[in-house]
């Protein structure tokens, strides 16, 4: 097996064991780039000169001796939506496309920590906004598994970088979907964390009260080592947990026995592929052979998901992006200027996209006066009745099942002219970061050669029981 084709708790053992070295781990990471980048597309920036030296340091400290983290050596892509201290951030728009910060995402500054070596900032949605990554201002990131699909949204650069083994795992944002929808598309597992679970401190913020980061990892074991580097409290964000983080790995084989799960039959109803929900349903037979306890659940609430995303989520855009103005960073307009209106209007005109530009739009209406109580008022108190079925679901049920995407990954320009379509590839996601729960997506199989996505939900900071979950799944199969 070529070094790129390990998952990263195998190259751990490797590195630890002396048979590998990171230089030589980067290397394969960074040829592998080179060859399927043109193909794939995954990367905004890759940084080769930067992880090398990283890995350098790390060969070096282990030849001494040195304590290391476990981890340290593992080669990772970052989301361009994450600080990097010196290096490029774009969120794939042409309004940050020269931003370099001056300080690191505390996830990022944990992989430092961590010794991680960056190999670059992946593609995605333009400000996170997006299903496909179709959105980016830069490039259309390919699907690996299929050439001429999307590999999902908007963390797709992230997710296809470590399905065609151009890393070992990566690290997404997800605000409706982001991660484990396109891990879902490309085959690969994909974590959301509980709301608080992991700083946001760094993260450009698209909607401030959905927005977590989170591991893409090519198994379940890669995302339990990933996420216990990244989370917990953080006094630079003060949305961040003050709990304390378990040992993930070590739960990972305790197995099923005792757990109880729910399947909301909202979301194996309208609108779900057949052929999906087929593959979905034989992967939750798989589960219940193992001893996991399965009922079906009524969420109705869950209904109203979507609309009551596309009110919060747009309307906490048009607030946090208000920010791009080409006063103090960012992109600003070269055109003659009547007035700092006009800079205003001219800058942004200039540096958003159009699916930006539209939520900025729809946020913007939805705080306007006159609508705010018609709208956003009432989006927020049917937020609270979709937490409440959740609340009450796990009163009873310690996980629930769903398919992560009612589709496979479809056709790149498919959905382009049918914006409906194209926001329904969330309608699994959706209800998990309005209620603030964790989740994660792992592959379950395949329809007409193309990856399904299993999505487990659970308990807010009970990140290690959807994990225990997971992985009895992962190793049934």
Same mark, same amino acid.
């Given at each position: 097996?070529?070094?790129?084709?390990?998952?990263?708790?195998?190259?751990?053992?490797?590195?630890?064991?002396?048979?590998?070295?990171?230089?030589?781990?980067?290397?394969?990471?960074?040829?592998?780039?080179?060859?399927?980048?043109?193909?794939?597309?995954?990367?905004?920036?890759?940084?080769?000169?930067?992880?090398?030296?990283?890995?350098?340091?790390?060969?070096?400290?282990?030849?001494?001796?040195?304590?290391?983290?476990?981890?340290?050596?593992?080669?990772?892509?970052?989301?361009?939506?994450?600080?990097?201290?010196?290096?490029?951030?774009?969120?794939?728009?042409?309004?940050?496309?020269?931003?370099?910060?001056?300080?690191?995402?505390?996830?990022?500054? *944990?992989?430092?920590?961590?010794?991680?070596?960056?190999?670059?900032?992946?593609?995605?949605?333009?400000?996170?906004?997006?299903?496909?990554?179709?959105?980016?201002?830069?490039?259309?990131?390919?699907?690996?598994?299929?050439?001429?699909?999307?590999?999902?949204? &908007?963390?797709?650069?992230?997710?296809?970088?470590?399905?065609?083994?151009?890393?070992?795992?990566?690290?997404?944002?997800?605000?409706?979907?982001?991660?484990?929808?396109?891990?879902?598309?490309?085959?690969?597992?994909?974590?959301?964390?509980?709301?608080?679970?992991?700083?946001?401190?760094?993260?450009?913020?698209?909607? &401030?009260?959905?927005?977590?980061?989170?591991?893409?990892?090519?198994?379940?074991?890669?995302?339990?080592?990933?996420?216990?580097?990244?989370?917990?409290?953080?006094?630079?964000?003060?949305?961040?947990?003050?709990?304390?983080?378990?040992?993930?790995?070590?739960?990972?084989?305790?197995?099923?026995?005792?757990?109880?799960?729910?399947?909301?039959?909202?979301?194996?109803?309208?609108?779900?592929?057949?052929?999906?929900?087929?593959?979905?349903? *034989?992967?939750?037979?798989?589960?219940?052979?193992?001893?996991?306890?399965?009922?079906?659940?009524?969420?109705?609430?869950?209904?109203?998901?979507?609309?009551?995303?596309?009110?919060?989520?747009?309307?906490?855009?048009?607030?946090?992006?208000?920010?791009?103005?080409?006063?103090?960073?960012?992109? *600003?307009?070269?055109?003659?200027?009547?007035?700092?209106?006009?800079?205003?209007?001219?800058?942004?005109?200039?540096?958003?996209?159009?699916?930006?530009?539209?939520?900025?739009?729809?946020?913007?209406?939805?705080?306007?006066?006159?609508?705010?109580?018609?709208?956003?008022?009432?989006?927020?108190?049917?937020?609270?009745?979709?937490?409440?079925?959740?609340?009450?679901?796990?009163?009873?049920?310690?996980?629930?099942?769903?398919?992560?995407?009612?589709?496979?990954?479809?056709?790149?320009?498919?959905?382009?002219?049918?914006?409906?379509?194209?926001?329904?590839?969330?309608?699994?996601?959706?209800?998990?970061?309005?209620?603030?729960?964790?989740?994660? &997506?792992?592959?379950?199989?395949?329809?007409?050669?193309?990856?399904?996505?299993?999505?487990?939900?659970?308990?807010?900071?009970?990140?290690?029981?959807?994990?225990?979950?997971?992985?009895?799944?992962?190793?049934?199969?």
């Amino acid at each position: 097996m070529a070094i790129e084709q390990l998952t990263a708790h195998a190259l751990m053992e490797k590195l630890q064991a002396g048979e590998i070295s990171s230089v030589e781990a980067t290397e394969a990471c960074l040829r592998r780039i080179e060859q399927v980048e043109p193909q794939v597309a995954a990367f905004v920036t890759v940084t080769a000169e930067y992880a090398l030296a990283a890995a350098r340091e790390v060969d070096e400290h282990r030849a001494r001796g040195e304590s290391l983290a476990p981890t340290a050596g593992i080669p990772i892509a970052i989301k361009d939506v994450l600080c990097t201290r010196g290096i490029r951030t774009t969120c794939s728009s042409r309004i940050l496309e020269n931003f370099i910060p001056p300080y690191d995402a505390t996830a990022v500054e *944990r992989c430092r920590q961590a010794a991680l070596p960056m190999l670059g900032k992946t593609n995605m949605d333009e400000f996170a906004m997006g299903s496909s990554t179709e959105n980016s201002a830069f490039m259309v990131t390919r699907n690996p598994r299929a050439l001429d699909r999307v590999p999902g949204g &908007s963390s797709g650069g992230s997710a296809a970088a470590v399905a065609a083994n151009e890393a070992f795992w990566s690290l997404g944002s997800d605000t409706g979907g982001s991660i484990r929808q396109p891990a879902a598309l490309c085959g690969i597992v994909g974590l959301k964390p509980t709301y608080g679970r992991v700083s946001r401190y760094g993260l450009i913020a698209y909607a &401030s009260s959905l927005d977590q980061v989170g591991p893409l990892t090519k198994d379940v074991r890669d995302a339990a080592l990933l996420l216990g580097i990244i989370a917990g409290r953080d006094p630079r964000d003060d949305t961040s947990a003050s709990l304390p983080v378990p040992d993930y790995v070590a739960e990972l084989d305790r197995g099923l026995d005792g757990l109880r799960a729910g399947v909301p039959v909202q979301l194996l109803g309208e609108g779900i592929d057949p052929a999906v929900r087929d593959v979905v349903r *034989r992967a939750i037979d798989q589960l219940a052979s193992l001893g996991l306890a399965v009922e079906e659940v009524q969420m109705p609430n869950i209904d109203y998901s979507l609309p009551v995303y596309y009110i919060i989520a747009p309307a906490e855009a048009a607030s946090n992006l208000a920010r791009y103005d080409g006063v103090r960073y960012g992109h *600003r307009t070269r055109e003659p200027v009547s007035d700092i209106y006009d800079l205003f209007a001219k800058t942004r005109a200039e540096g958003f996209g159009p699916e930006v530009r539209l939520r900025i739009m729809l946020g913007t209406y939805a705080l306007s006066a006159g609508y705010y109580d018609a709208y956003y008022l009432k989006a927020l108190k049917v937020r609270t009745l979709i937490k409440a079925d959740f609340d009450r679901a796990f009163e009873k049920y310690d996980v629930l099942l769903s398919p992560t995407s009612p589709t496979v990954a479809f056709k790149i320009g498919e959905r382009a002219g049918d914006p409906l379509q194209m926001k329904l590839a969330d309608i699994c996601t959706i209800p998990v970061n309005l209620a603030g729960i964790p989740a994660i &997506s792992v592959p379950c199989g395949e329809v007409d050669g193309l990856p399904v996505g299993l999505q487990i939900m659970g308990r807010p900071f009970e990140e290690d029981i959807i994990l225990r979950v997971a992985y009895a799944f992962e190793q049934s199969v």
